[in-house]
Structure formats: C-alpha cells, structure tokens
C-alpha cells in the first residue's frame, strides 16, 4: 500500500481510538455514504422555498428577496461581532479585521439598495404593502444586535434623554429609553403601535439578554479604553469610523431613500406599515445614533448625517 495512505489510515486508527471508536466502522460508513452535492451542502431547496408573497404582484418577490438578502448580511455582521464581544479582548488586530468585514458587508448593502430604491414599480409597491401591515423591517432583530454588540447601551438611548442619562447603569432604564421605541409610539397618546408590541414579545427577552452581555464589553466600551490609554491603532480607529458611517449614516439614508421615493407624497405621505411618523423618525441626523462618540469631533457630531444626505439630495 502506498505510504501516503497507510500514514493516512494510521492517522485515521489514532483518531478514532483516542475517543475509543472503531476505524473500520467509520470506513465502512465512507464506502455506504453518498458524495456531497453543491444543492444539499448549502441547502439551495429550502433557501429557494423561503419566499412566500401575499399577493400576486410580480414584484412583491423582489421586496422578500431583497430582505432576506439583508438579514443574512446582517447574520454575517453578527457572526464577526459576537466573538469579539464575548472574548477577553486583547488582539487588536482581530478586531480591525472583523470591523473591516463587517464594513465590507455593510458597503455591499449600502450598493444595493438601489435594488429597492429604483428596482420596484411603485404602483405595485403601494397595492401590496397594504397585505403586510403591521409588519415592517422595524421589526428586525438582527438590526438591534448589531447596535447592541457595537455601542454603549447609553448611546442607543433616545437623543431627547441621552445626556440626562449618560452615566445611568441600569440595563433596565437604559432600555426603557432606547432610542427606537420613539419610531413606534403614537404620537397623539403615546401608546406603543402594534408593531412595537409584537417586536417586543418576540425579542424582549432576548435583547435584555444581549444588552446585559455586551454592557462593558461592547466594541465601543472595549475600543473606548485603548483609546483613553492612546493604544488605540490607527487601522482600527479608520474602520470604526467608517463602521459608524455605515451602520448610523449610509444604510438608514438609502433606506430613508427607499420610504421617501414609495411613501412621500402624492397627495399626502403614505403611512407607514409600521405606523411610524417615519419623516421624523427615520433620517440619521434627526437620531444622532453614534457608536463611537470619542473618535468624532464635536463638530462632527453636530453634523452627524448632513453631509451624505446632500450627497443622496437628488435621489431624495
Ligand atoms: C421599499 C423599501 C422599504 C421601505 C419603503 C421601508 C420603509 C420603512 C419605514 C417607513 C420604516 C419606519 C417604521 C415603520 O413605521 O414601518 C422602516 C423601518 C425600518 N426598516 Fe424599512 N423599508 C424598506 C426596506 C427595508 C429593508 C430592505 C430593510 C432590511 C432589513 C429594512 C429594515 C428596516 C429597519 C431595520 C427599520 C428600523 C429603522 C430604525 O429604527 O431606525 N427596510 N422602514
């Protein structure tokens, strides 16, 4: 036999026993098993099953696709954040690397967004939103992790409340004002919408679980402390920044792009499926959300989204 193979098969013998298991019962299970195909190994059925439209306008597909599209970019940027938040961080470079992934997920989505922005007919759009209500991407959960593993929980708080509570430590209070239940309150008695309501039974629990988790640890809190003992490297400070622009400046504007070119106008602003009062809501400058307040002048903050939405101005 040759000697490749015998190292092989000796290799394979230590393995096995090593957790008291028999070689030849797992070659036997090689010579019963099927070869891998591309279809089964991504599982491309069930993916390609997953869209399932209200109606039957041909682009309401495109809306479910595009969505979906998102949430597994939102998944990607996940799965680089959540290591970090969980490890004792020292490795500076892991995290500039898993920053700059998450960017170059996030650019991809920032490019495409024209898919919804100019890539749906808007007649069609206005007729099958009316089969979603309430549902509405307000109601993405990813969308919050992502915020809740990259900032200080009390700079997710609501920008009314934000100073007041700046050195508050109760993850509870700190939810309580958390920036977005103002994008699903009514505005005439307060209420939270429906919207709201159901988000919060599905994801309460576990967005209070998550905020606990990340409360000192989150990319912020940790980029914070290398930055007050001027250790912070320069590659990490260029893609946290960039991070900030993505997730709390270009992204909300291609979205806020999409709301103003299917919901704005003729003759009145359409509701939103959410209910939101969205014009208020939705632009960044109106939110001021900043994961990294300490890497930004003051300056910048105060013009915190201005200046790419005069760069989007003509879409809008
Ligand atoms: C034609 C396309 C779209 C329109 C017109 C639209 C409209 C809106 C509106 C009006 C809101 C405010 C909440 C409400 O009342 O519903 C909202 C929130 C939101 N949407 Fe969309 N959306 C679109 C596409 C998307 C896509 C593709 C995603 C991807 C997951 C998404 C994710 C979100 C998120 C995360 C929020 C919450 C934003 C925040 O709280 O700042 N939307 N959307």
Redesign the pocket.
């Known amino acids: 036999m040759d000697d490749a193979i015998s190292g092989r098969i000796k290799a394979l013998q230590e393995k096995y026993a090593a957790s008291g298991q028999e070689l030849l019962d797992f070659l036997d299970g090689l010579l019963e098993a099927d070869y891998l195909t591309y279809w089964d190994y991504i599982r491309l059925d069930s993916l390609l099953s997953l869209q399932q439209p209200r109606t039957s306008h041909h682009d309401e597909p495109i809306?479910i696709m595009?969505?979906q599209i998102?949430?597994l970019y939102f998944k990607l940027v996940l799965h680089e954040l959540e290591p970090m938040v969980a490890a004792e961080l020292t490795d500076q470079e892991a995290l500039t690397e898993a920053i700059r992934r998450a960017n170059r997920y996030f650019g991809a989505l920032e490019h495409s967004f024209g898919v919804?922005v100019d890539g749906?007919d808007r007649e069609q759009?206005l007729r099958f939103r009316m089969a979603l209500i309430p549902a509405?991407?307000?109601q993405?959960g990813q969308?919050r992790m992502i915020e809740l593993a990259s900032a200080k929980l009390n700079d997710l708080v609501h920008l009314e409340k934000r100073e007041i509570l700046a050195s508050e430590t109760s993850t509870d209070t700190l939810l309580e004002n958390i920036y977005?239940l103002r994008?699903a309150t009514l505005e005439k008695d307060g209420q939270k919408t429906l919207?709201l309501q159901q988000f919060e039974l599905k994801y309460g629990e576990e967005f209070s679980k998550r905020a606990r988790k990340a409360q000192g640890r989150s990319i912020s809190e940790r980029a914070a402390v290398l930055h007050a003992s001027g250790s912070l490297h320069e590659d990490l400070v260029k893609e946290l920044r960039a991070f900030d622009q993505y997730v709390n400046v270009l992204w909300?504007l291609q979205?806020y792009r999409?709301?103003v070119r299917?919901?704005a106008k003729q003759p009145a602003d359409a509701r939103?499926?959410?209910?939101?009062n969205?014009q208020k809501?939705?632009p960044p400058r109106f939110?001021k959300r900043i994961f990294f307040p300490f890497l930004w002048s003051p300056e910048e903050q105060a013009e915190w989204g201005k200046s790419f939405a005069d760069r989007y101005s003509q879409g809008v």
């Open positions: 809306f595009y969505h998102t949430e919804m749906m759009f509405s991407g307000f993405s969308y977005w994008g919207t909300p979205h999409s709301a299917y919901l939103a499926t959410g209910g939101t969205w809501y939705l939110q």
